[in-house]
Structure formats: structure tokens, C-alpha cells
Nanobody, 122 residues
């Protein structure tokens, strides 16, 4: 099970840090990542990280503003979001991939979290 936390309401230019805690099993050998879905839009890739954390990937829309990290000892995934924009408003989902390195699309996801709402006001 994956449980996200840290979402909320923030003004444009502000920051939030999302966390995703795994329970019931370990995902230390899985690539993990974040996706988001805005109202009326499809779920889209945000960022992912390989199982040891040595490889990270970002959507162009968040590159330079968001930072993904993981702590395998705590079985937890993070997403630091800075310089937030109203366009970042969405439900953010934590995801665990089937493999150890690649996670770039929803088709590669084995487990999903329930999502956490992020709202950025202008």
C-alpha cells in the first residue's frame, strides 16, 4: 500500500513537500515516481527515480522546480515542489513501477497511491 501526504493549498511561488509511505511490503527494488491529474485532464507523468536513487527523471513542465528523492531505509518517497504555479494544481499520485529503473508512463505502474490534492492559488 502507498499512502501520500503533504498536499494542500499554497500560493503561487510557494513550496510543498509530498511524501509517499509504503506499508505492507517494501518497494526498495522498484523504480518509483509521481503522476498528477488535473480536472478534465488525463493523468500525466511528473517525475521518477530508480531503485537506488541514482537516476531521476522529470517532465519538462517541472524540471528545475521539483526534486524527487527516496529513503529506502524508511520505505518513503518524496517530491519537493518549489516555485509552484497555478498550473501545478492537481491530484498527485505516488506510483511504484514493475521494474527497477524505468517509470515514464502509467502503463509501467504496478501500484498506485490514493492521491493527495495540491492546489496553487494565483
Amino acid at each position: 500500500q502507498l499512502v501520500e501526504s503533504g498536499g494542500g493549498l499554497v500560493q503561487a511561488g510557494g513550496s510543498l513537500r509530498l511524501s509517499c509511505a509504503a506499508s505492507g511490503r517494501t518497494f526498495n527494488n522498484n523504480a518509483m515516481g509521481w503522476f498528477r491529474q488535473a480536472p478534465g485532464k488525463e493523468r500525466e507523468f511528473v517525475s521518477s527515480i530508480s531503485w537506488r536513487g541514482e537516476r531521476t527523471y522529470y517532465a519538462d513542465s517541472v524540471k528545475g522546480r521539483f526534486a524527487i528523492s527516496r529513503d529506502n531505509a524508511k520505505n518513503t518517497l518524496y517530491l519537493q515542489m518549489n516555485s509552484l504555479k497555478p498550473d501545478d494544481t492537481a491530484i498527485y499520485y505516488c506510483a511504484a513501477a514493475r521494474g527497477s529503473y524505468g517509470l515514464g508512463s502509467a502503463s509501467e505502474v504496478q501500484y498506485w497511491g490514493q492521491g493527495t490534492q495540491v492546489t496553487v492559488s494565483s
